[in-house]
């Protein structure tokens, strides 16, 4: 137990410590992609919005998932950018715990998407006939809300567990973002239930819905093989290759870092974090927007 005066005041950032005579063009880098994310995500959501030749259930989805990219890395890069520049940052408890529950929230919530999107592609692979009928706007609609809730109802419950732990001092974290595993490591209070908490929804937001994309693939691939045509299955394929390179990209780095934290050095896990929060966010419009553009193209 902590007393009056030994009681957390707030935690320290150390960032990238090791690169600081670097810190000028990484600064740069990371600034242009995130520009690059913001602009193309922007463009995404606004052509989504407003072109009608867009307004199917893929492209729906990829709106939503845009907004998810947007809240994402707004969360933390800009942070992350000034820890750069400042070699270090110091944050209180309450806006540590805001940021993590808005980097799990939206981060679970792409989780989700995706495997959203891997069932509308199944869809239009393998029962096209019956496609317009069972994606209609209100089942997206109803797709995207139902996805939100169980997010927020799952997330919610874990950051209130997070919000009760103790920390003593002034508290020390070798990262550039509030992260849920160097958060709880600090903790002098019991995180047995926390732990066995965030390992149930952590198989509910992470491991079951790539389950369920490998399943949906595993459909996907057969049915792309009984096509006879060759330019048939690559233009098949093709619909589907951009959603599928996310997904390895995005989920490969996850699970790597939430489920194998404990094996992995602490820069490990920071290069891993970077590949999540700025990589695959920078992919995702970029493909996105190629896809909108070959779509609008065909019409």
Known sequence: ???????????????????????????????????????????????????????????????????????????????????????????????????????????????????????????????????????????????????????????????????KLQFCGFNLIDHFFCDFGPLVALSTSDTSVLMLLDFAISMAVISAPFAFIIGTYICIFIAILRIRTRDGRQKTFLTCSSHLTVVCTFYGTLMTVYMGSGENSLDLNKFLSLLYIIITPFMNPIKNKNNCQIRIADM
């Open 1 to 163: 137990m902590c007393d009056n005066t030994t009681e957390a005041n707030g935690f320290l950032l150390l960032g990238f410590r090791d690169l600081v005579t670097s810190k000028i063009p990484l600064f740069i880098l990371f600034l242009l992609i995130y520009i690059v994310i913001l602009c193309g995500n922007i463009i995404i959501i606004f052509l989504v919005t407003f072109n009608e030749n867009l307004q199917i259930p893929m492209f729906y989805f990829l709106k939503h998932l845009g907004f998810s990219d947007l809240l994402y890395t707004t969360n933390i890069i800009p942070m992350m950018l000034h820890i750069i520049l400042n070699k270090e940052i110091t944050v209180s408890f309450t806006h540590c715990i805001c940021q993590l529950y808005t980097s799990i929230v939206s981060s679970s919530m792409q989780c989700i998407l995706l495997a959203v999107m891997s069932y509308d592609r199944y869809l239009a692979v393998c029962h096209p006939l019956h496609y317009v009928s069972i994606m209609s706007p209100t089942v997206c609609l109803q797709l995207v809300v139902g996805c939100c809730l169980l997010d927020f109802i799952l997330i919610t419950s874990e950051i209130v567990l997070l919000g």
